[in-house]
Each structure stands twice: as C-alpha cells, then as structure tokens.
C-alpha cells in the first residue's frame, strides 16, 4: 500500500500546477503519538510514538478536503499506519489562519509481540487549523483523538491522542493571493445527441457473511520459579497482580497455568511435584490478589518440557517454573 501511495504523489508532480479551486495536494507529516495502555498486554505498554506521514489530498472549493496517509514510526514502538480523513475549513477564503475540524477512519497495525491486537481498525475526530506560507505551499497543525472501532475488546476502552504538524504543496492556487485567472474560452457548440434509454439497474449482490475469527491465545511467561524439590511459591513480582488484573476487568479472558519440574527425580513424582506447584500459583492468584478461580485452569507436565538444559544447574532452576496461558475471543 504505501508503494502505491508514493507511486501515486510521484505521478502527481508531473500535472500542471494551474488547476482551478478543486485541486489534488501532497504532503508530509510529523505525529507525536500518545498510545493509550490499553493496547498493550499486561506489563508491556510502550512508549509514545513519532510518526512520519505522507499523504495524498483532493480539496473542494477551499471548504471541504480528502485525504489518504500512510504513517510510518520513528520510535521504538513498531507500528504502521493508514488513515482516511475529511476536513472541513471554516471558512472558503483561506486568508491568514483557518481554523477546521477533521474527521475519518484508521488502520493502526503495532508490533504482535506487545500488543494485544496487532491490527485494529479506529475512528478519528480532531480540530486544528491552516495557514497558507504561499500561494501554494500549506502549514497545518492539529490535535486528533483516535478511538477503537471494534465492538468486543479484551483491553477495554481505547483512546489515543496526537499532536500532527503537515506541510501540503497544492496544484492550485487557493485563497485571496491568487492572481485572477483569465475567462475561459467559449467552447465550440456541440450537436446534441438524443439521451440514451435509461436502464433497469441489476440488484446488488448480497453481502458476504463476516468471518467468525478463531479465538486468539497469548502466553505470558511468569517470574515464578521454585527451589529444588519445593511447591513454596516465591516472590512473584508484579505479573501475578496485573493478571489477576487483567482477568478482573475483562469476563472472557481465561488462564491456565503449566507448572513444570527439571529431570531430577521419577517422571511419576515430577508430575505431582509441577501439579502441586501450579496448584499453589493459583492459590496465591485466587487468595493474594483476588482472581477469579472459576476462569483459572491448573495442568501440571512434570518435566516433559524443558526450556533449557538439565544437565547444569542453571538450566535446571529455568525449567522449575509455571507458564501463564491468557487467551480470548478476538473481535470480528
């Protein structure tokens, strides 16, 4: 997509410059973004965001203009955007400062690995307003919140906001500064032809049904490891208390937790041993921080799943651990 938006301004440069009011623009772009947390898995929400942007515009007579941008990040939050938006001036001669009102729609797609949708679809509303430097040259400058569309969330509410500074050069004149153009020339006269017989239009198709999306599954490593042949839950951190939290808030989160053994002992033992273990976790979840137990699944695997090896001591204290398994329905 954003190859063809600047294959699209590039084949923009070539058209004459002396288009009449409706006229198409391009532009660039500069976002501070202020990402709301709630777009984030528990424990990972980033930092704001500075996104570069270009954009392609149509404008109607000085009141009314659209316009398609793709939104790159400079930060450390990877993100990719594009956006569909309407302005509307307040007024029709653009002479100093205009102020306007904007409004449209978003796709925002951020890294998988920190957020809980990696793809989401956003309605836009702003207000800023616009100053010509030249005849031809635009400043503007907005703030724009951005809300989630979807109807079903995990993370709750969603409201991003965005301080833009764009610069636009148009392919017309617009404004008082313009030079009054020359009278057009009469056009020839043109033999009528008779109008065509109108015809009986075909219906539409009927609309595809929606997809149903498959349920989505996140695993979330906790910080709970256990000493040698022990089931005492240690010092868990913060992550137990933001899960707890994230199952409070959301009633169709689930969980479960794996609890595992290194390779020290019999396999039969091991099993109890990792399902006493991930038996106490809950326990400190329910108790401890008030998460509900009906939505929360013990299954132990004894020592069936290293995740380093058991033949050094340091590998095997990595193994003696529990796993949190968060999933959810993801919105249609």
Not at 8 to 18: K, P, R, V, Y
Not at 275 to 297: C, T, W
């Amino acid at each position: 997509m954003r190859t063809l938006l600047l294959a699209a301004i590039a084949a923009l440069m070539t058209i004459n410059s002396a288009i009449a009011e409706d006229h198409f623009y391009v532009g660039s772009s500069l976002t501070y973004q202020y990402w709301d947390e709630a777009r984030f898995l528990p424990g990972l929400a980033d930092d704001n965001s500075s996104l570069l942007g270009g954009a392609i515009g149509y404008e109607f007579g000085n009141i009314y203009a659209v316009e398609l941008a793709a939104l790159s990040n400079l930060s450390d939050t990877d993100s990719t955007g594009l956006e569909l938006v309407l302005y509307n001036f307040f007024n029709d001669n653009r002479e100093g400062i205009t102020p306007y009102l904007v409004s449209g729609i978003s796709r925002v797609d951020l890294d998988d690995s920190v957020a809980i949708l990696d793809e989401t679809y956003n309605g836009i509303v702003g207000i800023g307003f616009s100053n010509y430097l030249s005849e031809f040259m635009e400043f503007k400058a907005d703030i724009r919140l951005q809300g989630l569309l979807n109807d079903h969330y995990p993370g709750g509410k969603v409201l991003d906001a965005g301080l833009r500074a764009s610069l636009n050069y148009h392919f017309g004149s617009v404004g008082s500064s313009t030079a009054a153009a020359p009278a057009p020339a009469q056009p020839a006269p043109v033999e009528r032809m008779p109008a065509p017989e109108p015809q009986r239009a075909a219906p539409p198709p009927a609309p595809a049904p929606a997809m149903q999306m498959p349920a989505r599954t996140i695993t979330v490593e906790l910080e709970v490891l256990f000493e040698y042949n022990s089931a005492e839950v240690a010092e868990a951190g913060s992550e137990m208390a933001q899960m707890a939290a994230a199952l409070n808030s959301q009633s169709d989160l689930t969980l479960t937790l794996e609890g595992h053994t290194d390779s020290d002992g019999g396999e039969a033992y091991n099993l109890l041993l990792s399902q006493r273990r991930v038996d106490a976790v809950k326990a400190e979840l329910v108790e401890a921080y008030g998460a509900p137990a009906d939505r929360i699944q013990a299954v132990g695997y004894g020592e069936t799943r290293p995740i380093a090896d058991n033949a050094t001591a340091e590998g095997r204290a990595q193994n003696r651990r529990v796993v949190g398994v968060i999933s959810f329905e993801a919105a249609q």
